[in-house]
């Protein structure tokens, strides 16, 4: 049982450029969830997935597109990649009770 | 709109020593939850304690315990009997009613335990 998974764990990208970062859990959670961590701040969430084939926008959806796969898989994708978008990107899934379990992270760097 | 405000950006302890980290909240829904998370120096997130506002008693798990005072709107973390292990970022985060369980994170306490 992996719980919650990220890849890649580290990414750097150059201004314009794509990339999708991949989540993915084995807890059979219906929920799932993009956050974002910049410097010295909390997290913040990006988008978010109530339940397989629905997904909604968090408080920072600029910039981000996401894709519920499958009830296991949640991918976030960057189009065009900006120095703004520098920051930590964390994975979270939760089934019906109140706890979210967090993937370990995506370290991103756009140059 | 909500809002978690952690006051204390950073703080020293030592071992086996209590320590509280502050949390303060705004929501004008009625029913809402409140949460505590740990980030180790690795990075991850690590779930620790949970409070529901309707919860009459304050949380507690294991040395963590949730100071909840609702008139107060707030709800401060205690760590009894700090360990070197405790070292780490400590973020208090709500949920609101109906907002499919997303989070709303405060900005952080750093919490240094020294021998």
């Known amino acids: 049982n992996a719980g919650v998974t990220q890849t890649p764990k580290f990414q750097v990208l150059k201004t314009g450029q794509s990339m999708t970062l991949q989540c993915a859990q084995d807890m059979n959670h219906n929920s799932m969830y993009w956050y974002r961590q910049d410097p010295g701040m909390g997290l913040r969430l990006i988008y978010y997935?109530?339940?397989?084939?629905?997904?909604d926008k968090g408080e920072v959806p600029n910039g981000y597109n996401v894709s519920r796969l499958n009830k296991r898989e949640f991918s976030l994708r960057l189009e065009s990649a900006a120095p703004s978008q520098t920051s930590v990107y964390f994975c979270?899934?939760?089934?019906?009770?109140?706890?979210?379990?967090f993937g370990p992270g995506t370290r991103l760097l756009v140059l | 709109a909500q809002k978690i405000t952690q006051t204390q950006p950073g703080m020293f302890v030592q071992e086996k020593e209590a320590v509280t980290l502050d949390c303060t909240y705004d929501t004008s829904d009625p029913s809402y939850g409140l949460f505590w998370y740990k980030q180790p120096s690795s990075g991850e997130m690590i779930f620790l304690i949970y409070?529901?506002?309707?919860?009459?008693q304050n949380a507690t798990e294991g040395r963590y315990s949730l100071n909840f005072q609702k008139a107060r709107k707030s709800a401060n973390l205690v760590i009894s009997a700090s360990q070197l292990g405790d070292s780490a970022m400590y973020f208090c985060?709500?949920?609101?009613?109906?907002?499919?369980?997303?989070?709303?994170f405060g900005a952080g306490t750093q919490v240094v335990v020294t021998p």
């Open positions: 985060a709500m949920r609101a009613t109906d907002s499919w369980g997303k989070l709303q």
């Open positions: 979270a899934s939760k089934a019906g009770g109140e706890t979210q379990y």
């Open positions: 409070q529901g506002s309707y919860d009459q």
């Open positions: 997935s109530a339940s397989e084939g629905t997904t």
